[in-house]
């Protein structure tokens, strides 16, 4: 006990204060970005609501994160099945395309045919 004391003795005032105020400054830099945090989270904001508490703002932060993840990630399968559909239609048709090109040719060719043998 007789050492702590005589080490504390030895601590300038100058140095406590310098100490104090980086502490002081480094807690009024973390509850103004918990406030920022705040103001962007969704929660209810007004005069009647109670301020969250840090803990309630950084659970809140977490699970608002987690929420946008999942739905990044439905929103990701969503878009590439609609690629695969769409690009499985667009087979499709270029199919149906194909095959209506060639088949009015053969008709025609049949029709030029028939009107041959009628003359």
């Known amino acids: 006990m007789e050492n702590m004391s005589s080490k504390m003795s030895y601590t300038e005032p100058g140095v406590r204060l310098s100490i104090n ?6 807690m009024h830099d ?16 007004g005069g009647s ?8 703002t950084m659970l809140l932060a977490k699970n ?5 993840a999942k739905a990044i990630e439905e929103l990701s399968v969503l878009v590439s099945q609609l690629k695969k559909k769409k690009s499985s239609e667009s087979s499709e048709s270029a199919e149906c395309v194909n ?4 088949s009015p040719k053969s008709s025609l060719s049949s029709e030029e045919s028939s009107n041959s043998d009628n003359y």
């Not at 105020?21 to 480094?26: A, D, G, N, Q, V």
């Not at 973390?30 to 904001?45: F, G, M, S, T």
């Not at 095959?99 to 060639?102: A, F, L």
Request: glycine share 0%; aromatic share 2%; net charge positive.
């Open 21 to 26: 105020l980086r502490e002081r400054c480094r």
């Open 30 to 45: 973390l509850n103004e970005a918990l406030d920022d945090l705040r103001n962007v989270i969704p929660y209810a904001h």
């Open 49 to 56: 609501v109670r301020k969250l508490s840090k803990i309630a």
């Open 64 to 68: 608002h994160i987690i929420m946008q």
């Open 99 to 102: 095959k209506e090109s060639s």
